[in-house]
């Protein structure tokens, strides 16, 4: 069964910080892409950063780029382990963050094409 799990959300003020780390298990996730996206309350989810499957290709949101990082661990990349470091935080960055796998050499924005969701993991950021 994959699983994808996400943790390190929390409460933060603003221009705080936070890591998010997305643990995969089940199967390999060599050849996956993996990206974030988030949702606040009354929005519909929106993507926020992707990675390739061999990390050369990082692609970011507007409005997260420059604050925020999309990394992998490849030294496990089988796992699919994968990290979002975000900076400068903002209240309108506040949702719920959801880790996502999606088998493929390039990397997409639209949620329907990812394969793999976490549960996700609650970020609030107080002014």
């Known amino acids: 069964q994959v699983q994808l799990v996400e943790s390190g959300g929390g409460l933060v003020q603003a221009g705080g910080s936070l890591r998010l780390s997305c643990a995969a298990s089940?199967?390999?996730?060599?050849?996956?892409?993996m990206g974030w996206f988030r949702q606040a309350p009354g929005k519909e989810r929106e993507f926020v950063a992707a990675i390739s499957w061999s990390a050369l290709s990082t692609y970011y949101a507007d409005s997260v780029k420059g604050r925020f990082i999309i990394s992998r661990d490849r030294r496990d990349n089988a796992k699919g382990t994968v990290y979002l470091q975000m900076n400068s935080l903002k209240p309108e960055d506040t949702a719920v963050y959801y880790c996502a796998a999606e088998r493929a050499s390039s990397i997409h924005v639209d949620p329907g094409r990812y394969d793999y969701w976490g549960q996700g993991t609650q970020v609030t950021v107080s002014s």
């Open positions: 089940g199967r390999t996730f060599s050849g996956y892409a």
